[in-house]
């Protein structure tokens, strides 16, 4: 079976512009998560998608958006790079969300410049 | 919000000693716990986990322990190996809210 699938593994961008990261859960799996992982703040929930559906968001400034299509790939989108940006992406699919099993994808690994 | 302490934040140990790593949560209404393993350039793996109806989880050389009362939850690795060394995560969940809170990481280095 394979494993959630994020696409690109690495990317650079400059300061004010704006990115997008793809996720494909594992097959079956129907809930995604996205995650921020930063040397300083360790790991922070950005949110989780369940049939299409924001379920809940985390803190981060309207500069991140995400979105879950009808096959359950999502993507998330950052708006106005900042340099506080960098960091590793990563999505989680879950079969359901609500049982708290979630497998992680390599990541995505974005430098702003 | 919730929060999650993880300690210690590095460990060093030689190659078949055992590794001990401790968290507490701060929500009570956190009901799942698991634990991660990262190495360099990968994603998060999961390799134990367990639930607030048990107290203790074993799988061969890797163990979780439990305490609600204390809120907290410790990994234990036995017999450790050098492919063992890696960033060792924990996390707290609450189904209501869809998402896991997790603690700062420790870089465990296993010596031959």
């Known amino acids: 079976k394979a494993g959630v699938t994020q696409t690109p593994r690495y990317l650079i961008k400059t300061r004010g512009q704006q990115v997008t990261l793809s996720c494909s859960p594992i097959?079956?799996?129907?809930?995604v998560s996205w995650y921020q992982q930063t040397p300083g703040q360790g790991l922070q929930f950005l949110f989780e998608?369940?049939?299409?559906?924001?379920?809940n968001k985390g803190n981060f400034p309207g500069r991140f958006s995400g979105r879950q299509f009808s096959n359950s790939r999502s993507e998330m989108n950052v708006s106005t790079l900042e340099l506080g940006d960098s960091a590793l992406y990563l999505c989680?699919?879950?079969?359901?969300?609500?049982?708290?099993?979630?497998?992680f994808g390599e990541g995505s690994r974005l430098t702003v410049l | 919000g919730e929060n999650v302490e993880q300690h210690p934040s590095t460990l060093s140990v030689q190659e078949g000693d055992s590794a001990v790593i401790k968290c507490t949560y701060s929500?009570?209404?956190?009901?799942?716990f698991p634990w991660y393993k990262q190495e360099l350039g990968k994603g998060p793996q999961l390799i134990i986990d367990?639930?607030?109806?048990?107290g203790e989880k074993k799988d061969q050389r890797i163990a979780v322990t439990l305490n609600k009362t204390a809120k907290h939850f410790s990994l234990h690795i036995t017999e450790t190996q050098p492919e063992d060394s890696a960033v060792y995560f924990c996390?707290?969940?609450?189904?209501?809210?869809?998402?896991?809170?997790f603690g700062k990481g420790t870089l465990l280095t296993v010596n031959p």
């Open positions: 929500d009570s209404a956190s009901n799942y």
């Open positions: 998608y369940f049939s299409e559906t924001q379920r």
């Open positions: 097959s079956g799996h129907r809930s």
């Open positions: 367990i639930r607030s109806n048990v």
């Open positions: 996390a707290s969940y609450r189904g209501s809210n869809y998402k896991l809170t």
């Open positions: 989680a699919s879950s079969s359901e969300g609500g049982s708290g099993e979630l497998f």
